[in-house]
């Protein structure tokens, strides 16, 4: 009886280490691609919105940021069954996954002088999306470390799984080109995160995860 113990409690271990990691990397992932929208409103302002009027462009650019917070309830809500459902990890791969496909379409949409008020409709799609991604995986997140650790241990694996939070804003913070408001940096920053998370998505696709 004592071997068995000994022998399950250093899989436990390293199994609410890979949960941990799972649940960091995906609010990394997810307030990296949030802030970078903040980060680049000047540029966004003037790809997707008529450049005659630069103070309603910018004002209309942080209307569509503010959007994405409205709509993360109801991310949060839909993700919460999927995981109750269908396992936490299956909804946290499909948060993380609508989130990066969102950012990365940011990337490569079309301006507004190419195709006139269809791009800023475009913008709020994938804006909606980036919200109701947040929503989701950021609870499903918690859900999911809290679920895995020992009663005394949760506060201090969440609060752990919090900060990657942070992180993930310093990191949106670093990528931004400074004064540089042109079409490369906005693609550069996006798309560049569709690689982040092919990088990262191991640690959601290991087989010894659980689903639930």
Same mark, same amino acid.
């Given at each position: 009886?004592?071997?068995?113990?000994?022998?399950?409690? @250093?899989?436990?271990?390293?199994?609410?280490?890979?949960?941990?990691?799972? %649940?960091?990397? %995906?609010?990394?992932?997810?307030?990296?691609?949030?802030?970078?929208? %903040?980060?680049?409103?000047?540029?966004?302002?003037?790809?997707?919105? @008529?450049?005659?009027?630069?103070?309603?462009?910018?004002l209309s650019t942080f209307a569509l940021f503010g959007v994405g917070f409205f709509i993360r309830p109801l991310g949060a809500i839909?993700?919460?069954?999927?995981?109750?459902?269908?396992?936490?990890?299956?909804?946290?791969?499909?948060?993380?996954?609508?989130?990066?496909?969102?950012?990365?379409?940011?990337?490569?949409?079309?301006?507004?002088?190419?195709?006139?008020?269809?791009? @800023?409709?475009?913008?709020?799609? +994938?804006?909606?999306?980036?919200?109701?991604?947040?929503?989701?995986?950021?609870?499903?997140?918690?859900?999911?470390?809290?679920e895995h650790s020992p009663e005394r241990e949760r506060g201090e694996e969440r609060g752990k799984s919090h900060s990657l939070r942070?992180?993930?804003?310093?990191?949106?913070?670093?990528?931004?080109?400074?004064?540089?408001?042109?079409?490369?940096?906005?693609?550069?920053? +996006?798309?560049?995160?569709?690689?982040?998370?092919?990088?990262?998505? @191991?640690?959601w696709s290991d087989r010894t995860l659980p689903a639930a």
């Open positions: 009886m004592s071997n068995a113990i000994a022998v399950s409690q @250093p899989d436990e271990r390293e199994l609410r280490k890979k949960v941990a990691r799972a %649940g960091a990397i %995906g609010n990394f992932i997810e307030f990296y691609d949030f802030t970078l929208y %903040g980060f680049f409103a000047v540029t966004i302002a003037e790809l997707f919105f @008529p450049r005659f009027d630069s103070v309603a462009g910018l839909a993700f919460g069954h999927i995981g109750d459902r269908w396992g936490r990890k299956r909804a946290l791969l499909i948060a993380v996954g609508l989130m990066s496909a969102s950012t990365a379409a940011i990337g490569v949409l079309p301006t507004y002088t190419t195709v006139g008020v269809l791009a @800023p409709a475009l913008l709020l799609i +994938c804006r909606l999306v980036q919200g109701f991604s947040a929503g989701g995986e950021q609870t499903g997140a918690f859900v999911l470390v809290v942070h992180r993930g804003r310093r990191r949106g913070g670093y990528v931004w080109p400074g004064d540089e408001h042109d079409d490369d940096s906005r693609r550069d920053a +996006c798309v560049g995160l569709a690689g982040a998370f092919s990088h990262r998505s @191991p640690s």
